[in-house]
């Protein structure tokens, strides 16, 4: 049974409520109401620091995620089709996957200093484990009938990878993308909090010394609305199309 459409959206306006009502009867600075949470976001948009700090992480997220992206799947499907490769990395790749991010911020930091490009690599190393696990569970997974059937009509490696592979790893794609933005942007707040001058991160670590909640809130609220929009206006709809394309090629089929 589908649920209603109310289903889908109710329970935002009900925390925030339920906010409101708690933070009114405590009435201390540790818990603001939602109203000064807004005050404190207007006011840093007028003072244009929201937009400046939010700009410089956004491109961190931006440079990180394409990178850790496109080495985590790399090496996945590296390790999917290949049992020597899985056999040679599953160890490594075990140990990246259970190394904390903040020892892996710190060493390079400690290693290359308070840079940008230890900053950015350190959020890399940290999701590339992630989504070299998840591509490497769709390689295994691609049907061995299209691999015959792209032989037979002599593909190309080009025409394999677009034509056969890409449709088949889309879901696994997808997921690994949503789990990047989610983990990516909270990796690079901890590694803007610990050793840069700039970003969400860097203003958090500011707010927290003054113990302004409000502001706090007000910039966390900011950012994951960013995140939010990108997941509603690119993601979503991509992965709506892609499984038009996916149902069509089935009914053809």
């Not at 940008?116 to 997974?141: D, M, Q, W």
């Not at 592979?165 to 789990?179: E, I, N, V």
């Not at 706090?216 to 997941?231: G, P, T, W």
Request: glycine share 6%; aromatic share 10%.
């Amino acid at each position: 049974m589908k649920p209603p459409r109310w289903a889908y959206w109710i329970m935002l306006p009900l925390a925030v409520a339920l906010w409101a009502l708690i933070a009114a009867l405590l009435e201390t600075p540790l818990l603001p109401t939602p109203n000064a949470v807004l005050g404190a976001l207007w006011q840093s948009l007028q003072s244009g620091d929201l937009q400046q700090h939010l700009g410089v992480t956004l491109r961190r997220v931006l440079i990180s995620f394409v990178l850790a992206m496109l080495l985590g799947a790399l090496l996945g499907v590296w390790m999917g089709r290949s049992p020597l490769a899985n056999a040679l990395l599953d160890p490594l790749l075990v140990l990246f996957l259970n190394l904390p991010a903040l020892v892996t911020i710190i060493l390079l930091y400690v290693w290359c200093g308070l840079v940008e490009a230890a900053a950015i690599l350190a959020v890399v190393i940290n999701k590339v484990p992630n989504v070299a696990v998840t591509l490497r569970e769709g390689a295994r997974s691609l049907d061995p009938r299209l691999e015959q059937m792209a032989q037979v009509y002599a593909f190309s490696r080009w025409q394999r990878v677009a034509d056969v592979w890409l449709p088949q790893l889309f879901p696994y794609l997808m997921a690994a993308t949503r789990g990047g933005l989610a983990l990516i942007w909270k990796i690079v707040l901890v590694v803007e909090l610990l050793g840069r001058s700039d970003g969400i991160g860097f203003q958090l670590h500011m707010a927290f010394q003054v113990f302004d909640v409000a502001s706090i809130l007000a910039y966390s609220l900011a950012f994951i609305a960013v995140v939010q929009l990108i997941e509603l206006a690119l993601l979503q709809p991509l992965e709506r199309r892609a499984s038009r394309w996916r149902e069509a090629g089935a009914q053809h089929a």
